[in-house]
């Protein structure tokens, strides 16, 4: 929330404040980019291992401050504190081992095949030029995870760092500026900033960054590549999701609820990659709905400092009249709630885990991305209706496929249109540092995470020698065309 020149930070499981940051202005913006802008000469100069040895020291700062890390985590965001540390912290202590020891490889010269005798004299190499500065813009249901591996990413590459990390969760934003810190940079390189959401983007643009990192909504996405196209900024840009989770006939019956489970409503439901829509193939659906019961009901919602709760609050009221929205909107149209979690206790912003039968594609929680703790299940014929429905989505940014024959569920998942699939799994692809992360259509342009992702943070030079330089052009071509 913020309050004339400050933000205020307030628990969102019991509304308690815990913390106040300054708010910057256009103006800081601009100076730390031209800050960080002088400072990335020099570091962009120092070899690939050196960079590597020196932010190799934020693994250290992580594993030092581990629960410290996670507790300011669960009081700003909401989540238990196992989430914290299972979807944020180790998966950056991982991420950073894996991009230190594999930037060097990266980002090496590599040399490039002759295509023809013709040109036999040409020599040809590429190699990779930092963008200079860079812009990340990060959401609050991630506040750690998701701005730390492009943040490391960005440096490795010999990039400067401006960040902005989401208003609702100013207090993990501050402890990820610290952490970054901990690793022996140029000063003015990383920059750390609190701007209001509203305005950020625009003022990034505008203010002379080299690339822009942008997780957020679909609208605000849209609206940034539109103020970009101006001076043709590039951007990468992850706008979330409406994932479909596929269920086979031979599915682990057991293993696929527990997964419905975990990624959907883990988080409070709050993951763009999380599992929204659910089709299960008639002739198990009876039993997976009866186990899917049981599991929901069974969930301990409530404090999230309470190590026994399962699910915990929702991390802005905006957010939880959202899903609110999508809820009655699917009660009005003729959805049934089959099975609901209880409240243990009276914390804020809780809305329980639901599971509704009887959904449609006409409804808004088929259509668009609810972000919260409700699941749309529907029985299917067969798993070509299944991919139909799955598709039925202008997002696409992961899905899953459940079968005991692998082989069937990887060429199920090949038909779906999204940017990762996973086989008897959910919601763990973001964070294996080697796959890369990104979706189809509306999802998103661009992928981070991964080589792929890493490439995003450098631009390709061709160098083109010629190892005849005494020949002159004028025979050479004639003498190439007989």
């Keep these: 929330m913020e309050n004339q020149n400050k933000t205020l930070s307030y628990n969102p499981a019991n509304g308690e404040l815990i913390g106040e940051s300054n708010l910057n202005t256009t103006d800081d913006l601009i100076r730390m980019i031209d800050e960080s802008r002088k400072a990335q000469i020099k570091w962009s100069s120092i070899s690939v291992k050196e960079r590597s040895r020196r932010i190799l020291r934020i693994k250290d700062y992580l594993v030092d401050n581990i629960d410290k890390l996670s507790k300011i985590i669960s009081d700003d965001n909401g989540k238990v504190r196992f989430d914290a540390l299972a979807t944020e912290i180790f998966p950056a202590i991982m991420a950073t081992k894996y991009y230190v020891k594999n930037a060097p490889k990266f980002l090496k010269p590599k040399k490039i095949p002759s295509s023809s005798i013709v040109l036999i004299n040409k020599r040809s190499f590429v190699r990779y030029e930092p963008f200079g500065v860079v812009g990340i813009i990060s959401p609050w249901n991630y506040p750690f995870a998701i701005p730390y591996s492009e943040v490391v990413m960005a440096l490795l590459a010999g990039n400067g760092v401006i960040l902005k990390t989401a208003t609702e969760t100013q207090l993990v934003g501050k402890a990820l500026r610290d952490a970054i810190n901990s690793a022996d940079l140029p000063e003015g390189l990383f920059q750390y900033i609190n701007i209001p959401g509203r305005v950020a983007g625009e003022a990034f643009l505008k203010s002379g960054i080299d690339k822009l990192f942008f997780t957020g909504s679909v609208p605000v996405g849209k609206a940034l590549m539109r103020i970009a196209s101006d001076t043709l900024t590039p951007v990468s840009l992850e706008l979330g999701g409406n994932d479909a989770m596929i269920v086979c006939e031979d599915a682990d ?206 631009e390709a030079q061709y160098i083109i020698n010629d190892i005849l330089p005494g020949v002159k052009k004028k025979k050479y071509l004639v003498a190439s065309i007989q």
């Design 253 to 458: 019956i057991d293993r696929a609820v527990n997964g419905a489970v975990w990624g959907g409503l883990s988080n409070a439901g709050q993951s763009c990659g999380g599992v929204e829509r659910i089709y299960v193939h008639q002739n198990i659906y009876d039993s997976f709905m009866q186990r899917l019961k049981e599991k929901v009901e069974s969930l301990r919602v409530g404090d999230p400092s309470n190590f026994e709760t399962d699910v915990a609050v929702m991390t802005t009221e905006k957010q939880l009249n959202t899903v609110k929205l999508h809820l009655d909107d699917a009660l009005k149209n003729g959805a049934v709630l089959y099975a609901e979690s209880k409240a243990a206790d009276n914390s804020k912003n809780i809305l329980t885990p639901k599971v509704l039968t009887n959904v449609n594609h006409n409804m808004i929680m088929m259509r668009e991305e609810t972000f919260g703790p409700l699941l749309g299940v529907m029985k299917v014929k067969n798993m070509d209706e299944a991919v139909e429905l799955a598709n039925d989505s202008s997002l696409g940014l992961t899905g899953s496929v459940w079968s005991k024959d692998h082989k069937k569920a990887i060429e199920i998942g090949k038909k779906i249109k999204a940017g990762a699939i996973t086989i008897n799994d959910h919601l763990m692809s973001h964070g294996i540092a080697e796959t890369s992360w990104g979706g189809f259509k509306e999802s998103g342009i661009g992928r981070t995470h991964g080589q792929q992702g890493f490439m995003e943070m450098v």
